[in-house]
């Protein structure tokens, strides 16, 4: 009687490529933490520079993004440059494998404080498709594949980034983002609502569907409404929600197709 004796498989050869570069990222590593504790942030500059960086409409103008069912939040826009601010940080995408035979890509997002060693990251598995209405669409084209990966991968980087920065320093930017577009550069509050009325015209949204969505008629909206008003307007353009979804278009009955009165069947009376 004889038994076959399972020896573990050999170790993948190391090429000599490999191994040098294992040890430049270790060591790139070990200079990030060096070099970010021996120059500390400055807690007052970072603070001061936020709070000068939110009060320029540019920043302000695209710190917010609007999805449907999710609401509204601080963009990866803004997570991005508050990152930058608050210094000696890293964050990134990584795209960590992807079977086109699954249909199906592994990605990993991280923030990472190097002076205080503090790490948030994600890792998850984007299906190499996209939804079109309540169906799902596959993606077959490399460039549609990328595109899909690197878009959720921004939205995970921002939540890892949010996650790494304090709470009380990201709550005060998206105040001051909120209070400068409420502001708008200082032009009358008449003239953002005609040039925002403008903007929605090229959308084919009139200013009735406007008001009902606010509950108020033009000449009662305010600055907090216009505010929130540019929000939606941008993330229309950029594709994050639809003018249908913000704006449902009414259901028309028969009665109001027949000048609001009700239709007469042939040989009826009236």
Known sequence: MS????????????????????????????????????????????????????????????AFYRVPNRGTGPSVHLARELARIWGNMDYGVHELSRDDERGMSEIRAYAWDQQTNMRSSRTFQVPHARMVGKDRKPLTDLQDIYLSNQNIGARAVRETILAALPKDFVEEAKAICRRTLENGDGKPLVERIDKLVAAFGTLFVKVPQIEKRLGRSRGQWTAADVADLGVVYRSITQGETTVNDEFPPELVTVAELNGGTPAVPPGGEQ
Request: proline letters at 7%.
């Open 3 to 62: 038994t076959d004796i399972q020896l573990p498989p050999a170790p993948a050869r190391v090429t000599q490529t490999t191994a040098v570069e294992q040890a430049r990222a270790v060591a790139e590593v070990a200079a990030a933490v060096q070099v970010a504790q021996m120059n500390p942030r400055d807690m007052r500059r970072a603070w001061a520079d936020m709070q000068s960086a939110c009060s320029r409409t540019g920043l302000a103008e695209v």
